[in-house]
């Protein structure tokens, strides 16, 4: 979950809190959280992450980690896989992406816009025909902010724990995190 400062108020008062015990928590003045609460104040961003770290702690919330968000069933597909094999694949799993795997490593990606941008016969061609870069690999202890933020920029993020791959995270696991 995002933490929004301009909902500091509405947050403070769901914790039962008052603008003085808010404020001992963070280590600020009573009036400064007054003035933030009423917009009159913008926050430096060390100030904004001490309000989000107290306010964390008063929820008693970690932040997710990629661990607890993941897909541990990973579908892959190696290099000599046929394209009518993945689009047989991608429908039969209602996945859009589906990441190329070799010896236990990434080598690539394979979505529904590579396959729709490949203009050739596909009766013959592989997924090492039409793959695109690798997708990111994190740890499983990444936190959801991490996981959000390579989201904006990738269609699934892969886990790994050690030297093995033990998850795939999308944008629907997030969501999906979001709502639970």
């Known amino acids: 979950m995002v933490f929004d400062i301009t909902q500091l ?3 403070r008062k769901q914790l039962n809190l008052t603008q003085n ?10 009036s400064m959280v007054a003035k933030i609460e009423s917009g009159r104040l913008d926050p430096t961003y060390s ?3 001490k309000i989000e770290q107290a306010v964390e702690l008063s929820l008693g919330q970690e932040e997710l ?5 993941m897909t541990k069933n990973i579908i892959f597909i190696k290099k000599n896989t046929k394209i009518k094999e993945i689009i047989n694949l991608l429908t039969k799993n209602e996945i859009s992406q589906v990441p190329v795997i070799e010896r236990n490593n990434c080598i690539g990606l394979v979505a529904e816009s590579s396959i ?11 997924a090492d025909d039409i793959m695109t870069e690798s997708p990111p690999i994190i740890t499983k202890n990444a936190k959801i902010s991490v996981v959000k933020s390579l989201l904006q920029f990738y269609p699934i993020i892969l886990i790994r724990d050690s030297e093995k791959l033990i998850g795939v995270i999308t944008k629907a696991d997030v969501l999906k995190c979001l709502i639970a």
Request: charge should be positive; proline fraction near 0%; aromatic fraction near 6%.
């Open 9 to 11: 108020k509405k947050i």
């Open 21 to 30: 015990q808010l404020a001992q928590k963070i280590g600020i003045s009573q």
């Open 47 to 49: 100030y904004v992450k």
């Open 65 to 69: 980690t990629a661990e607890k968000i």
């Open 116 to 126: 729709l941008a490949f203009n050739d016969d596909a009766s013959t061609k592989t």
